[in-house]
């Protein structure tokens, strides 16, 4: 059965934000943390790019926002894979992430960090 157009409410910025950060959490985030709960080291890296994020977001004057955070991943994806950056395929190696890999889990930490996990 079909459901007409009218009737199916249309996917909000909100919903696709959260979705985009949703499936960077997937794919960086959940094992990334993960492993930055074990690494002092890596914990600290991650620490200093969500105060980085935090900063370029203008996030001491407004709240950080799902909408803003996925805009700054998806800009930070693009600008990366325009200098030649290739993601990861298969397990990542946290103990010496890539400049964008772990800018990109700061941004899941900082999602998670919304959601009050």
Do not use: K, N
């Amino acid at each position: 059965m079909r459901v007409p157009f009218t009737r199916v409410a249309p996917r909000t910025a909100v919903d696709s934000a959260r979705s985009s950060l949703a499936a960077l959490t997937v794919s960086v985030g959940t094992v990334g943390l993960a492993a930055a709960a074990t690494r002092p080291g890596l914990l600290a890296l991650v620490d200093q790019h969500a105060a980085a994020v935090r900063d370029s977001l203008d996030g001491d004057r407004q709240p950080l926002t799902a909408a803003s955070l996925a805009g700054y991943a998806e800009g930070l994806r693009e600008a990366a894979l325009e200098h030649g950056w290739t993601p990861p395929h298969g397990p990542i190696d946290w103990s010496e992430p890539e400049w964008p890999l772990a800018r990109l889990l700061a941004v899941c930490a900082l999602a998670r960090s919304l959601d009050g996990a």
